[in-house]
Structures are given as C-alpha cells and as structure tokens.
C-alpha cells in the first residue's frame, strides 16, 4: 500500500504536468500579468477619420481578461504619422477622449493595456499628409507599389522628403506627447512601433537610410533617433511603462539590413540605459514578410540574453511552440496576433486545448464595426 510520504511527491508531480507555461503568472514591472499570452498590435481599419470608435470597446473588451496583457493596434502619433485609411490617432484631444471608454473597458475586465504609438514615414503618400505635402522619411528614396493584404491591389506611395537634422527633434517630441496623450487617455503604458519598415526602422536599416549627419552611417547613428525617443517618452511617462517593438531580421516596406544580429544586439544593449525600459518585443525572422514561415529556431536568442527587461516574441506562435518559448526561458510573453483577432477568447482555448477559429484574411482591413471585427464566435457559442 501506497504510504503518504511517497503519495505527496508523485500528486506534486502530476500537478506540475498539467501547468500549462503559457498560462503561469508573470510579473512585468509592476505589472501582475496572470498569462503570458500576448494580443498583439493588429490594426483594424475601423477609426473612421482617425478618431477611435465605439465599436472598439467590444472588440477590445471581447479580448480582455484579467491579468491579461493586451498591446493596441498601431496608434498615429502626429498629423504626418499616418499612411492607411481609418487607423486610429493619439495626437488630438477628441482622439484622446475617444480612447477613454476603449481603454475603460478593457480595464473593467482587468486587462493590461498599452498604446502601440507609430509613424509611418514613407509608407504613405500625399492623399494622408497635411497639405498634400510628400511623406517624411530618414531618406528621398521612394519605395515601390506594394500589393495589399489581399494580395490584389496595389498601394502607391509618393516620393518621401528626408527630413532635416534640426527637424527631427520636433519628430521626437510628436512621439514623446503622444505617450503623455496615451497616459492621458487612460492606457498603461505605451509600445514604441519601431517595426516593418515605419519610420523608426527607415531609420535604423541600413537598406534604407543614407543620410550622411549624426543619424546615418554607422549603428550607433543609425540607432540615434530610435534611442532619442525612447529617451524622450521614458522621460516623459517613466521608462517602467515604455516598450519597443523591432523586427530586425524583416525586410517589409524595403526595410532590410545587412547585419540584423549586430543591429539586434546593439539595440538590446542599449534598451537597457535610460532607468531600463519595461520591455523589448521583437519579432521572429520566420515572419519575413506576413505568412512566411521559416525555421530559425533561437534567432532570438542574444538579444533575448543582452535585455535586462521583459522580453516578448511573436510571429507565427501557436499553443505548442509558445509553450515552448516559455518553458526555455526564449521568452517571458508570446505575442499573437491573427490567432487573437480570430480568437477572442485565445487563452481560455489554449487552456482547453480546444479548436481554433480560422481568420479571414478578406475582413482584416475591412473598415465594418462588425463583421471580421466582433463576429468571431468565443467558445461557448460554438461547442
Ligand atoms: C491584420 C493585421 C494587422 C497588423 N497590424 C499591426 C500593427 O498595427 N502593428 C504591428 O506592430 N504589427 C501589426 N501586425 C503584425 C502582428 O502584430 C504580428 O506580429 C503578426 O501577425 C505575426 O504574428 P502572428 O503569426 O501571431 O499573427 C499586424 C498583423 C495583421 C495580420
């Protein structure tokens, strides 16, 4: 017969088995994170006018839950930050107000909520500028028609106008008063979009930038005006409630650059000054370009070890290979995006092992309040 002392290690062990490392408790900062999995930024196309809408506080709220950290879609941080039709702002005071109820009710819930805060630079053209002026960039050179996500249209873009040394500082200052905005508006914190090939990577990859001033040539230049914004927001808003988002290893928008490990790490050593920012969020080179899945297995891996803060990956994640990540120490959090935005409920089926809802590429960007927006059934609805 079984005595005690031998059942309590076997019971103790069984429990383990069954932890689910996606779904243990994390501690970013100050923040009680109760899972680790991730909504990451998506936008939506549904502000109309760039004003966040109504609609928006279902589908936020939909994705909530209680100790869950969720990043916001891709959030203009100036009047020459935008570059698609119907993405939200955070520059204007009915922008500001807008956000309130969104960010309200993913708190109601007990969600986590950053603002993901982006320009654009040259992934735009005249239609979205003030005046009809050209796009800015770290660069004159134009970058090719792209096909949309629907893999028919064309989007087309206007030659970009580099921009001056003496006017970047007024660029930074566009990003560090839309972090106080965000903090105004209620949300946590915010995440620097310094990913595919926006402006912040026009600055930082060599394929791109060929300025010839203190923000071009070498990494240290071409990191500058990265580095200078998280500066100026960690300032701003305490360097405990800013994280970045890279894709060193992606080449969207002609953004490529000839050492994405040298570039990674250089970046990862230096998040680590200005009082050591929250996090770091980088995306996986498997994700070259959206659909794209390569095996590069710990690509991530230096720079995870060279950031002193919360590291986050993402791209291309599922329950297993999350799992995965967290159980290695990869990562502290894994970010989803597509399986979110079809998932409302993603964490309660990882937790169930239960069967996915399969996005709808067509509805990604559709500006509906409803439809590929709100309409994906939670589990309940559909068992
Ligand atoms: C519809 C859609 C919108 C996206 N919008 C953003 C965005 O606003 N900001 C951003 O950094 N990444 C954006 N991404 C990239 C996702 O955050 C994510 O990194 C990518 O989808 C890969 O992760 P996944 O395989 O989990 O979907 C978007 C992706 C999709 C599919």
């Not at 994170?33 to 609609?55: A, D, E, K, W």
């Not at 240290?220 to 060193?248: D, P, Q």
């Not at 990562?331 to 937790?351: I, S, T």
């Amino acid at each position: 017969m079984e005595n005690r002392a031998d059942a309590e290690p076997q019971q103790e062990q069984a429990e383990k088995k069954n932890v689910i490392p996606l779904l243990t408790p994390y501690k970013m900062g100050s923040f009680n994170l109760s899972h680790r999995i991730v909504m990451g930024p998506l936008t939506r196309q549904r502000s109309y006018n760039n004003v966040p809408q109504p609609h928006a506080i279902l589908y936020y709220s939909q994705r909530s839950t209680k100790g869950g950290f969720l990043i916001s879609e891709a959030t203009g941080v100036s009047d020459t930050a935008q570059g698609f039709t119907h993405t939200p702002g955070i520059w204007t005071k009915e922008q500001v107000e807008a956000w309130k109820p969104i960010v309200d009710a993913v708190h109601a819930k007990g969600g986590i909520f950053f603002c993901q805060i982006w320009h654009v630079g040259r992934v735009s053209n005249q239609d979205f500028q003030p005046n009809g002026q050209a796009p800015i960039s770290s660069t004159d050179k134009p970058l090719k028609p792209q096909l949309r996500a629907n893999g028919i249209d064309l989007d087309q873009f206007t030659p970009p106008r580099q921009l001056s040394t003496d006017e970047i500082p007024q660029i930074v200052n566009d990003f560090r008063l839309a972090a106080r905005n965000a903090i105004e508006a209620g949300f946590d914190g915010v995440e620097i979009h310094g990913a595919h090939g926006y402006l912040i990577d026009q600055f930082i990859k060599d394929q791109v930038n060929d300025r010839t001033d203190q923000y071009g040539g070498s990494l240290e230049n071409r990191c500058r005006f990265a580095l200078e914004i998280v500066e100026a927001i960690s300032n701003e808003i305490g360097a405990h409630r800013v994280g970045i988002r890279l894709s060193i290893f992606a080449d969207y928008m002609e953004s490529g650059d000839s050492n994405p490990k040298a570039l990674g790490l250089y970046m990862a050593e230096s998040l680590n000054k200005y009082g050591g920012i929250l996090y770091c969020h980088m995306v996986e080179p498997r994700m070259k370009t959206l659909g794209e899945k390569f095996d590069t297995h710990n690509s991530l891996l230096p720079m995870r070890k060279a950031f002193n803060g919360t590291f986050l990956v993402a791209g291309g994640y599922g329950n297993e290979d999350g799992n995965i990540a967290v159980v290695e120490g990869y990562a502290d959090l894994v970010v989803y995006g597509r399986l979110f935005l079809a998932n409302p409920d993603l964490p309660k089926r990882f937790e169930l092992d239960a069967p996915l809802n399969k996005y709808n590429r067509d509805t990604f960007y559709i500006p509906d309040p409803v439809i590929g927006y709100t309409d994906y059934p939670f589990l309940e609805a559909t068992s």
